[in-house]
């Protein structure tokens, strides 16, 4: 597959913030950095060497029958979080949240949730930051986190990317809602409004 054009994914990314802010209004001062970055930021946004920040993308994959979610522990940063990176600059966001959850994870049978109607709507979009990590020449940035909903059996099995993650499980909604960053129990408030 070609990369899509960067034009077309800050396009992209630009209509789905506009989008979820439509629906999340009280959340607009947080994504002030993410809006300022998509109006005069000029460099890739979805480049890791851009060190103002970039767009990332991530997927939360929820059993809702069991109320649970798919979660990673993360090499890198030593802590659960839901599967994600990077863009790689060849598909959409969402398919780039998929491509992440299913590469991390080994869970391939993601099926997006239109929870408002459109599967391309972000559940969430977080903006935070990411220590400076000298043997990879990246200093302190923020990451700009498109985050998708996806649905998937707690019962599928679990292959995950030893390179990349120390370990992959489901947990149920409350004990993600209580990992200690706030995005997690604003994931899991907005859960509850599906149920």
């Not at 890791?48 to 929820?62: P, Q």
């Not at 099926?111 to 400076?132: F, K, N, R, S, V």
């Amino acid at each position: 597959m070609s990369p899509l054009p960067t034009a077309a994914l800050r396009a992209q990314a630009q209509d789905q913030l506009q989008r979820y802010l439509r629906r999340f209004p009280a959340e607009v001062a947080g994504l002030s950095t993410l809006r300022q970055q998509l109006a005069t930021d000029a460099g890739d946004l979805f480049s890791r060497r851009n060190m103002g920040g970039h767009i990332t993308t991530s997927a939360l994959v929820w059993d809702a029958s069991a109320d649970a979610l798919l979660v990673i522990h993360h090499q890198a940063l030593d802590r659960w979080l839901q599967p994600g990176g990077h863009h790689e600059g060849t598909d959409g966001l969402l398919a780039s949240a998929a491509r992440e959850a299913t590469e991390e994870t080994g869970v391939g049978a993601l099926t997006p949730w239109a929870w408002a109607g459109a599967a391309e709507l972000p559940l969430d979009i977080d903006t935070h930051a990411i220590p400076a990590r000298p043997a990879k020449g990246e200093s302190a940035h923020v990451h700009h986190d498109f985050i998708y909903l996806f649905s998937a059996s707690a019962d599928a099995p679990l292959a995950p990317q030893w390179t990349e993650v120390k370990g992959a499980r489901w947990l149920p909604r409350a004990e993600f809602a209580a990992l200690p960053e706030a995005r997690f129990a604003r994931l899991a408030g907005k859960l509850q409004g599906l149920r």
